[in-house]
């Protein structure tokens, strides 16, 4: 199985609404990524997590929470988005780097719309 | 900074023509370097990990090239295909204080009847 599932593929939410992304992958990845991707722009990297810790954060605002419930598992929480928050949210896991490149599997995407 | 810039933005070639896309980087310490195609609204799928060592790398009709001397890699696509629409995103990976990927712009690859 080389597959990173994402739910929900699109969701629509409102400024003051509480919602959460949720990303799976059971290749045995101990790496796992979240990605915030704009229109005909690049994926911006905005959390690692690696061993369920995580080990980077871009400078994301707080209205963005993640979580790493289990190896297998990783939940972006949103709350009290703003309209310039609509993009399309990636997931990707890859195993730990040890000197030698990983790949990074994505998942479809979240496409979320804040109105 | 660390930079990766891709030409050209955009391409429309007839289908079974081939194709050539290139990749600039600036990124240094420089550890490997990744071509992924992505299509419309998916997410990026791998299409090939070059280290520093490594000239040449195929995956089937895509073959991808580094020089790391001259920090430029090409991303060479042999009779294409109406499948191969899509965009496809030059990621660097640095090492130390570059730790990290940089995406380029990434070229859109139209490809026609």
């Known amino acids: 199985d080389t597959e990173v599932t994402q739910t929900p593929k699109h969701l629509v939410m409102g400024m003051t609404n509480k919602k959460s992304l949720k990303c799976e992958q059971h290749m045995g990845h101990r790496a796992m990524y979240w990605y915030k991707q704009k229109a005909k722009k690049p994926p911006e990297l905005m959390f690692v997590?690696?061993?369920?810790?995580?080990?980077i954060n871009e400078s994301v605002p707080s209205r963005f929470s993640p979580e790493c419930p289990n190896s297998s598992l990783l939940n972006l929480h949103l709350h009290a988005l703003q309209p310039e928050d609509s993009a399309l949210y990636l997931c990707a896991s890859s195993q730990v780097g040890g000197g030698r490149p990983e790949t990074q599997y994505f998942g479809p995407g979240t496409r979320l719309l804040v109105l | 900074k660390n930079q990766v810039e891709q030409s050209p933005q955009s391409l429309i070639i007839l289908e079974g023509k081939n194709c050539t896309l290139q990749c600039n980087y600036t990124v240094s310490p420089f550890s490997n370097l990744r071509w992924y195609k992505q299509d419309t609204g998916r997410g990026p799928v791998s299409l090939t990990i070059?280290?520093?060592?490594?000239n040449t790398k195929s995956n089937g009709r895509y073959t991808a090239t580094l020089d790391a001397d001259t920090k430029q890699s090409s991303l060479h696509i042999t009779a294409s295909q109406l499948s191969d629409s899509a965009s496809y995103i030059c990621v660097v990976w640095g090492t130390g204080t570059a730790s990290k990927l940089t995406f380029g712009t990434g070229t859109r690859l139209q490809v026609t009847l």
């Open positions: 997590y690696s061993y369920e810790k995580l080990s």
């Open positions: 070059m280290t520093f060592s490594e």
